[in-house]
């Protein structure tokens, strides 16, 4: 069964050579493939995790950005245009575009607003009332810069607090999930056929959802 998905999925994104070794990695080895997925997905999870983390910051750098291009004598267009170059952790290409294009403030404000995580519906409104009334913004957006910071501090504060949760989740749940792996790699481990591997299945079950259910109380803090 686990062949005839693999096979499915290299046919489905084509021969590229990462699917073909992870296809041969899984023939071969299966413990090999399983430890192999769970690093690619520890590897990009972390990865994601990173970038989310730097969005408050790239969010105060562009409003910071936006604020002295006003202070210059830009109008609130031609700002966002110029400061989305100062943060390129954000997805600002659909907001420069539809500036760039002259479309309505209210589009370019609504694009605005879904870029920004942080201060999205705040620097959404600011945008337009600027742009409708033609007044002064630069005050507003420093505001709005310094709260995403504080917004970035924040959190920074709530990982420091609960390291010793995360780290104790990965000691409880991975710790036992990996020397396993790492016994089936050796041929040593645990038989996954009968009754003992049924036990062996549901043990690591009951540890991983353990750790999801540690990972999200500490989440919510």
Request: with cysteine; proline share 6%.
């Given at each position: 069964?686990?062949?005839?998905?693999?096979?499915?999925?290299?046919?489905?994104?084509?021969?590229?050579?990462?699917?073909?070794?992870?296809?041969?990695?899984?023939?071969?080895?299966?413990?090999?493939?399983?430890?192999?997925?769970?690093?690619?997905?520890?590897?990009?999870?972390?990865?994601?995790?990173?970038?989310?983390?730097?969005?408050?910051?790239?969010?105060?750098?562009?409003?910071?950005?936006?604020?002295?291009?006003?202070?210059?004598?830009?109008?609130?267009?031609?700002?966002?245009?110029?400061?989305?170059?100062?943060?390129?952790?954000?997805?600002?290409?659909?907001?420069?575009?539809?500036?760039?294009?002259?479309?309505?403030?209210?589009?370019v404000s609504q694009r605005l607003g879904s870029a920004l995580p942080i201060n999205g519906r705040l620097a959404s409104a600011a945008y337009l009332m600027v742009a409708e009334t033609g007044a002064s913004a630069s005050a507003a957006f420093s505001g709005l810069a310094v709260r995403a910071?504080?917004?970035?501090?924040?959190?920074?504060?709530?990982?420091?607090?609960?390291?010793?949760?995360?780290?104790?989740?990965?000691?409880?749940?991975?710790?036992?999930?990996?020397?396993?792996?790492?016994?089936?790699?050796?041929?040593?481990?645990?038989?996954?056929?009968?009754?003992?591997?049924?036990?062996?299945?549901?043990?690591?079950?009951?540890?991983?959802?353990?750790?999801?259910?540690?990972?999200?109380?500490?989440?919510?803090?």
């Open positions: 069964m686990l062949m005839a998905v693999l096979v499915a999925l290299v046919l489905a994104f084509g021969p590229h050579p990462v699917a073909a070794a992870i296809l041969a990695v899984a023939y071969v080895s299966p413990p090999g493939f399983l430890v192999l997925a769970g690093g690619w997905a520890a590897f990009h999870g972390a990865r994601r995790t990173h970038a989310r983390r730097q969005l408050p910051r790239a969010e105060a750098d562009f409003l910071r950005a936006m604020a002295a291009e006003i202070e210059a004598g830009a109008s609130i267009r031609q700002a966002v245009i110029a400061a989305a170059d100062r943060a390129p952790d954000l997805d600002l290409g659909p907001v420069v575009r539809t500036a760039v294009t002259g479309r309505q403030a209210d589009e910071a504080d917004a970035g501090d924040l959190e920074r504060e709530r990982r420091v607090l609960t390291t010793q949760a995360r780290v104790s989740a990965w000691v409880v749940g991975g710790v036992p999930i990996g020397v396993t792996l790492a016994l089936m790699l050796v041929g040593r481990g645990p038989s996954l056929h009968g009754p003992a591997g049924t036990m062996t299945v549901l043990g690591i079950g009951l540890i991983c959802a353990g750790a999801v259910v540690v990972w999200l109380m500490v989440r919510n803090q």
